[in-house]
């Protein structure tokens, strides 16, 4: 028996004894027919063919698959609709698993804040990732150049990111060439920056930096950051924190009430599978968001503080009196804006539905550091020797330090082809150019046989790529 042969034995035996295996069923897994066709394929509505082989999909750190249940949570929202019509906004149906629109908010707030360890009131489901960032920034970032002015971000922070604090800087008449503090890894080739080195940069700018924004998991190198110790030690610095959860949310625990942490936002389309572009989360500590008066004519700042405010986040009470006296509702979801879309609502919520199945996320979590500790085991101790020299992980190796995502770095020219023949193969991961592939078994539908799968089709990818440079 090879090594591969054997792996597989034993993943088979990790998949037979794996307490969350469950799961998987609860998705739609893409079969490798389905990847290849260019026609539409009916997969809510027809079963597999039992002959359809399934893809091995290790992309939900990119966007993850689609519960079997979104579909028959969004159908029953449409039949509200189809038969209630505006009715539905106030009035609740006795047989449906769904709240009413007005209150689908305040399930989605409830049903998320266990995934993200904060207060139900600390967390609204609104708008999108970006959107986010800027209303956090608009709330809180209030630079004064003669003292603290600057936002200090990484040098590799995703280009949305970027994009969010060098425009919030000019939208304040600021610039980005004194008031932007981009943290450099001292490692420029595997980009991972020690915790250590990210606090010298805090201390090196303490006097005069306002904001700092990091990600929670960097998503080019899957490095997870010490968030509390970062948090903290900003802090003492008089310094406010957000951070961007696109890439943590749903993969690790976090602890955003207790950790102290200012403010933060993700995206649901990842590890939260809840559908491209869908509504994103949005988390204010309850320290940040004390706002109790209403808008008065003689001190009209004092119902807003620190917020740019929509009808939407003014209390439920008095939402619907029109009085352009704004109430702001406790918490984060006073800082939402417009009545937010039902069937992302719906679609977010139904994912949610099968986190809650898995028992949250601290089981999935366990299962999730299994999984890719096992990816990891595979890809130094199955591979032959000579292709382990044309790759590298540039994760972290310590699993405190990372979430489920590897990221490999190819040596250089051999991407193209090896992403060419993974797919080839039915195996769906992303790449990032010029030479690192990202490798996410997530827990909720991938198995250990996935993670063998996936060696063995990148084994043949490296052969076959190493043959076409050498022709
Ligand atoms: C780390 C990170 N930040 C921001 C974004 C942008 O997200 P959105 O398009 O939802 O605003 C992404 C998207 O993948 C991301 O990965």
């Given at each position: 028996m090879s090594f591969l042969e054997k792996s597989f034995e034993e993943a088979k035996e990790l998949d037979r004894d794996?307490?969350?295996?469950?799961?998987?069923?609860e998705f739609h897994i893409p079969s490798k027919v389905d990847l290849a066709s260019t026609h539409l394929v009916d997969k809510i509505n027809k079963s597999q063919l039992s002959t359809d082989e399934d893809s091995i999909y290790l992309c939900g750190n990119s966007l993850g698959l689609q519960p079997k249940r979104t579909a028959t949570r969004i159908i029953q929202h449409l039949n509200t609709w189809a038969t209630q019509g505006v009715q539905g906004h106030f009035k609740p149906l006795e047989d449906s698993p769904l709240p009413t629109w007005l209150n689908a908010d305040a399930r989605a707030a409830r049903m998320m804040a266990p995934i993200v360890g904060a207060?139900?009131?600390?967390v609204a489901v609104m708008q999108t990732l970006t959107a986010n960032l800027h209303l956090l920034m608009s709330a809180f970032?209030?630079?004064?150049?003669?003292?603290r002015h600057k936002i200090i971000l990484e040098s590799k922070a995703f280009p949305s990111d970027h994009f969010a604090v060098e425009t919030q800087l000019r939208h304040h008449g600021l610039s980005p060439e004194t008031s932007m503090v981009l943290i450099q890894?001292?490692?420029?080739?595997?980009n991972v920056i020690p915790t250590s080195h990210i606090l010298s940069v805090i201390e090196a700018h303490a006097q005069s930096t306002a904001l700092l924004l990091l990600p929670g998991?960097?998503?080019?190198?899957?490095q997870l950051f010490d968030i509390p110790t970062i948090t903290d030690f900003a802090h003492k610095h008089g310094i406010f924190v957000i951070w961007d959860l696109a890439h943590a949310a749903g993969n690790v625990p976090l602890s955003l009430h207790d950790w102290n942490v200012d403010a933060a936002a993700w995206c649901?389309?990842?590890?939260?599978?809840?559908?491209?572009g869908a509504i994103g989360g949005l988390f204010v500590h309850s320290r940040n968001s004390a706002v109790t008066k209403a808008i008065t004519d003689?001190?009209?700042?004092?119902?807003?503080?620190?917020r740019l405010a929509g009808?939407?986040?003014?209390d439920k009470k008095t939402?619907?009196?029109?009085?352009?006296k704004f109430h702001p509702v406790r918490g984060?979801?006073?800082?939402?804006?417009s009545n937010p879309s039902i069937i992302d609502i719906t679609s977010v919520t139904a994912s949610l539905e099968v986190f809650e199945m898995a028992g949250g996320i601290v089981p999935l979590r366990a299962k999730s550091l299994r999984l890719t500790a096992f990816l990891e085991t595979l890809l130094q101790r199955d591979m032959p020797a000579e292709q382990r020299?044309?790759?590298?992980?540039?994760?972290?190796?310590?699993?405190?330090?990372?979430?489920?995502q590897l990221s490999i770095r190819l040596r250089s020219g051999l991407l193209d082809t090896v992403m060419h023949v993974l797919e080839a193969n039915g195996v769906i991961l992303d790449e990032r150019k010029p030479d690192v592939i990202r490798v996410a078994p997530a827990p909720l539908y991938n198995t250990f046989q996935d993670c063998v799968g996936f060696v063995k089709a990148f084994s043949a990818a490296l052969e076959a790529a190493c043959k076409e440079q050498s022709a």
């Open positions: 794996d307490p969350l295996n469950f799961t998987r069923a207060e139900e009131a600390e970032y209030k630079p004064d150049i003669r003292g890894s001292p490692d420029s080739e595997d998991i960097q998503y080019y190198t899957g649901t389309y990842k590890y939260l599978n809840s559908g491209p003689e001190k009209p700042e004092e119902g807003y503080q620190n009808w939407w986040g003014n939402r619907f009196v029109m009085a352009n984060a979801a006073g800082f939402q804006l020299a044309l790759f590298r992980v540039i994760t972290p190796a310590d699993p405190a330090q990372r979430g489920a």
